[in-house]
């Protein structure tokens, strides 16, 4: 209901958009290079932004990962995550972040999320990621799900909640001219 209800207000197409947002929005909008939009949902463990926060959880980089699965196994892989995943990466030094499934498909994707502390734990985790080890058990696991999957790595914004510790309030605004 909450996800429909800001939908409604983002689609309004100015009938009910804050006029003040106007000039934010418009240079926003130039700042887009494309994608695909996903709503997602978190599998049912997953921390909230301020108990990550409160953790400390924190990455120089992340590891964002788009895991394809047959359609109806995303509560399976979610599943595989808790019991393996999370204990082959966190030997290599990642944390999670979150796990997510894609709303509206046919139960055949999650996205993972996974903070590294710095790129010499990311470079050894892609050397062990075919090395053997608790990864080489995981990638299996993996495979026996029929899962396929593309990994990019990502660095967090200036205002990133990860980054400063907590969720960006209205006193972080910038000037316009500092955006762009």
């Known amino acids: ?16 958009q804050d006029p003040s ?5 418009s240079v926003a909008a130039s700042l887009r290079r494309g ?10 463990r997953s921390r909230s ?20 699965v047959p359609p109806g196994r995303a509560f399976e892989l979610l ?13 290599e030094g990642l944390v999670s972040v979150g796990a997510f499934r894609t709303a509206m498909r046919a139960d055949d994707e ?16 892609e050397r062990a990621w075919h090395g053997g080890g608790e990864l080489d058990g995981w990638r ?13 790595v ?5 205002l990133a909640p990860l980054r400063i510790g907590r969720q960006p309030g209205e006193a972080d605004r910038r000037p316009l001219d500092e955006i762009g």
Do not use: M
Request: aromatic share 10%; hydrophobic share 50%.
């Open 1 to 16: 209901e909450g996800l429909a209800a800001n939908l409604a207000h983002e689609t309004a197409g100015g009938r009910d």
């Open 21 to 25: 947002l106007a000039e934010w929005w």
């Open 35 to 44: 994608g695909l939009d996903r709503i997602l949902v978190p599998e049912d």
């Open 49 to 68: 932004i301020e108990d990550l926060c409160a953790a400390g959880v924190r990455g120089e980089l992340y590891c964002h990962e788009l895991v394809r």
């Open 79 to 91: 599943a595989a995550v808790r019991a393996q995943g999370e204990a082959a990466y966190g030997g």
């Open 110 to 125: 999650c996205l993972l999320l996974w903070a590294c502390p710095d790129w010499g734990t990311w470079a050894a985790f």
């Open 140 to 152: 299996k696991a993996l495979l026996d799900l029929g899962a396929s999957w593309e990994r990019t």
């Open 154 to 158: 990502l660095v967090d914004s200036a």
